[in-house]
């Protein structure tokens, strides 16, 4: 009897820990800590837009994109890594006419999650 009891509470310890251990995965997904230029600013034309991320990003599968106000990219470059660490992604922008634009971006983590988000700037 008591073998089968002590085995039960170990079968319920190791759940829980199992659970414990994915909320933490979870809050370790890649979301922006910074961005710049920052959501709903208004700003002369940036020559770039640049996302700090909380978590190491994937090149292959990351991206970061701006559209116009129709839905264009501007964007004639792909989004590159400003740090050795890939935390930052940046992309360049062409010198942008004024008007509000769109940042789109997708963060893939170490882990395999996938992050998406976006926001809106204007240019004066
Ligand atoms: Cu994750």
Redesign the pocket.
């Known amino acids: 009897m008591y073998p089968i009891v002590r085995t039960s509470i170990s079968i319920v310890a190791a759940t829980g820990l199992l659970l414990f251990a994915s909320v933490g ?2 809050w ?2 890649a979301q922006p800590a910074q961005q710049t230029p920052a959501p709903d600013a208004t700003v002369s034309a940036p020559a770039a837009v640049t996302i700090l991320y909380t978590e190491p990003i994937e090149a292959a599968l990351s991206r970061l994109n701006v559209l116009d106000a129709q839905g264009k990219q501007v964007n004639t470059e792909k989004a590159h890594f400003t740090d050795s660490d890939h935390k930052s992604m940046q992309v360049a922008l062409p010198k942008l006419s004024p008007g509000q634009y769109k940042v789109q971006w997708v963060a893939v ?1 170490d ?3 996938r992050t998406h988000g976006g926001y809106t700037f204007t240019v004066k």
């Open positions: 995965q979870a370790a997904h983590a882990d395999g999650h």
